[in-house]
């Protein structure tokens, strides 16, 4: 079956379900044969970078695979921050909203993260955030993983590149009819790049205001909210491109054809990383440098939880 095909066959069984928890359950052995599936993984991601904007506006670590209505499938990449310092957030403390999310390790040795309780983030007094922890472990292979709406969570940078597979939906049909309405519009929207621009619309639609009450970090031995959170990107286009075909050579995507065919019309970077895939020349694992504003020690976070509670 077309990979497409198969990922429109999920998302259609979100979209008809009535309780979304379940269904998310229910889809996670499939779940589990495409992420462990490299035929599958490899024809995905053929999929997405032939379109020669992907490479041209390398700026983040997603791979949009499907976009369609509430649901999302993508290719999330968590390469390591480039001085090699352990522990450090990928990103900010944050939930994600309205969003369920089932997500599986593609490639690596996975990540570390903390899970804290859903909507505990809601419990605030003085400007503290009273997290309440839920667990703390590694997202590997073996596991496929759920995540909550509202349930914030933090990632810590692995030590080499891991990548998850990715299953986004709401937590519950959407049935105003505004929202339909709009969920409809990018659905039926041919480009990905204005899809992924009426999503960020969505959220403020759903009520949700992506730069409040989502992110919060350690501040002073305490949990705070994140005050005028920002990434525009994940790091330079140079930067990203390197992150990308790194992940390609860990999972052994080095089709000859197809990269010769892609590298036509490739920034000058990747054609770089094109040739350097087909050759087979190792293609350092260097991450991502961060941004201050987002970077945190585990040690901090844990120091800042008052666990006995
Ligand atoms: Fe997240």
Known sequence: MKTTLILKKLAS????????????????????????????????????????????NANNLFFYLLIS????IAINLFPPIADGALDIT????????WRLLTTGVISGDGYET????????????NGIVNLKVEDIYKH???????????????????????????????EKPLLN??????????????????????????????????????????ENG???????????????????????FSFFQQIKLNDTNFLSKIKKTAPPEAQILC??????????DYGIKGNIRRRFSKKEILESLDLKK
């Open 13 to 56: 069984e979100l979209h008809a379900s009535k309780n979304r928890h379940i269904t998310h359950e229910k889809l996670s052995d499939e779940f589990k044969n495409l992420y462990t599936d490299m035929d599958f993984i490899h024809q995905c991601i053929k999929d997405c970078i032939i379109d020669p904007k992907v490479f041209k």
């Open 69 to 72: 209505g509430d649901v999302i």
């Open 90 to 97: 990928h990103d900010n403390i944050h939930h994600h909203g």
């Open 114 to 125: 903390i899970t804290f309780l859903k909507k505990s983030h809601e419990n605030i007094s």
């Open 140 to 170: 590997t292979k073996s596991e496929i993983k759920f995540v909550d709406s509202y349930q914030p969570h933090v990632v810590f940078h692995p030590k080499s590149t891991t990548a998850t597979l990715a299953l986004w939906s709401s």
């Open 177 to 218: 009819q505004k929202i339909k309405k709009y969920l409809k519009n990018i659905t039926g929207m041919g480009n990905f790049f204005s899809k992924i621009a009426r999503i960020s619309k969505l959220d403020n639609a759903l009520g949700l205001n992506p730069t409040k009450g989502v992110y919060f970090h350690p």
């Open 222 to 244: 305490k949990i705070v909210e994140t005050q005028n959170y920002s990434k525009p990107t994940d790091g330079s286009r140079e930067e990203i491109l390197n992150c990308m």
């Open 275 to 284: 040739d350097m895939l087909m050759s087979g020349e190792p293609i350092p």
